[in-house]
């Protein structure tokens, strides 16, 4: 009777083989296939999902604004918690990689969308906590991190308009500006974020939408000193930016770099410089024009 015999070759072929009597008893008495299949299979899906837990972690926290060497560690510390001390992440600002060991094939996940939300990066942290300390299982911070991916942590565009607006009012004052010159201020400020949000949702380069916003707030402040609204034109735009400036993404920059992820800290510089560059470029236009 042929039975068949997988051979894993380089063309990883299966083919049929006939074996004579004695030679297949020996091969059904010991049976190799059916213990080890199984437990090989069962061993593999638990890899896999471990590696797909802190895949999703990394995800999250570097989505919504967490430093590159605060997601490494995160990973890391998760996959030992779950029985991987050895395990492997590199992380940039827009790519994830990930494995469990030296032996096993590396896992890539590409970041295409950033925002800030801190309140996530907690949450992450603290399902991370809890995993180490063995208070939750794999599959229960597997579905904490799924409900935390999902969730909406994010202000109605109204709100943000607003506090950018307070903001920009609030900075002029704390730059010595007058309150003649914390009003226009805080009319540039919401119209300028709210050009920023808008135009980004039509055109998807954020270069574009920030250097549009940026000029506007520099016409903003020029006409109000034209029509006697404001005193010093220098106060109300320098406060008028200030929503504009990526302080986080120099912040975590910064601290990339002296945590030694070079190449994080400097791509998260260079993008920092890009929209300081935008903001520049969009005032001194105005500047020059009038």
């Known amino acids: 009777m042929p039975i068949r015999v997988d051979l894993l070759g380089e063309c990883g072929d299966n083919r049929i083989y006939n074996i004579p009597g004695e030679d297949q008893e020996k091969l059904e008495s010991t049976d190799p296939i059916s213990d080890t299949a199984d437990t090989g299979s069962t061993g593999n899906t638990s890899t896999y999902e471990i590696i797909d837990l802190c895949l999703l972690a990394g995800k999250i926290m570097l989505q919504s604004g967490a430093e590159t060497y605060r997601v490494e560690d995160t990973m890391t510390r998760m ?168 302080g986080l993404l120099i912040t975590n920059a910064v601290r990339d770099l002296m945590a030694g992820h070079l190449v994080s800290g400097i791509s998260k510089g260079a993008d920092a410089f890009l929209t300081a560059f935008a903001i520049g470029t969009g005032i001194g236009l105005v500047l020059s024009l009038f």
């Open 79 to 246: 996959a030992a918690a779950l029985g991987f001390p050895g395990a492997h992440s590199y992380v940039t600002p827009t790519v994830i990689m990930f494995t469990t060991s030296r032996t096993e094939p590396v896992k890539l996940f590409r970041i295409a969308e950033r925002t800030t939300d801190l309140q996530k990066v907690s949450e992450v942290n603290d399902i991370s906590r809890r995993l180490s300390e063995r208070q939750i299982t794999a599959a229960a911070a597997r579905e904490r991190l799924g409900k935390v991916d999902d969730a909406a942590h994010a202000y109605p565009v109204w709100l943000q308009i607003a506090a950018a607006a307070l903001t920009g009012g609030c900075f002029t004052i704390m730059f010595k500006g007058s309150v003649q010159d914390a009003l226009p201020a805080l009319l540039a400020s919401g119209l300028g974020y709210a050009a920023v949000i808008y135009l980004h949702r039509l055109v998807q380069v954020r270069f574009f939408a920030e250097f549009s916003a940026s000029f506007l707030i520099g016409l903003l402040a020029f006409f109000s000193v034209q029509f006697g609204f404001g005193r010093e034109m220098d106060k109300i735009i320098i406060g008028s930016v200030m929503p504009l400036v990526p």
